[in-house]
């Protein structure tokens, strides 16, 4: 094979094992679907010799994240906004992954200890995540589950190595500014404006001010939610 996103594979079947030689379990995936659809996937370790037997050549592939994997982690952009602001906050990588309509919505790292975390938004919908031990990502040649979209790297270099707590940082100010750039008014420019006044500032003085607006907007929807 000359990559993961080579046209020389076969089958998904050689895929999966060219994740294995890089140390990162797969989860075998029903076509179409992002959900194993069986008990105890997270503990499943399958062997290189196994995946023809569990590999089906139209099967999706999942990638186990965390400790299975040497601590790779994936860091879901599920917003358009995450994925216009990722690269204000998060650290470089040289590995991402994404769709044609969703490019670059998967930024991967390694990071040792760190914990799946969920950032919603107030009306619950989904910011952001950072997937770790006990969660599983959908790859390359995999089809996604609604529009039949594949899966492609963007960008096949290494993970990069952040700190646990860095890496969670700075997922969580991600969050807060894509909520920021999503309800902040647009007219007469104050939207453009506020980004560039944000952009202009010290990296911790810009996380400060976002967490403070992400903490305000939480507390201002638990106060019209009667909690």
Sequence with gaps: ???TNGTTAKHTGQVAQSYLLKNWRVVPIPPRSKNPGFKG????RITF??????????SNI???LGEPSGWLVDIDLDCDEAVRLAGLFLPETELR???ESSPHSHRWYTSKDATTKKFQSPDGTMLVELRS???QTVVHPSRHDKDDELYVWH???EPAKVGAGELTEAVSHLAAASLLARHWPSEGGRYRLRLLFLCGLPVRERREVLGAVFRRDRARVATEAGE
């Design 1 to 3: 094979m000359t990559g």
């Design 41 to 44: 996937w997270e503990s499943s």
């Design 49 to 58: 010799d196994q995946v023809s037997k569990r590999f089906k050549p139209n």
């Design 62 to 64: 999942g990638l186990l």
């Design 97 to 99: 992954s994404g769709r």
């Design 133 to 135: 031990t006990g969660a």
């Design 155 to 157: 960008e096949e270099g």
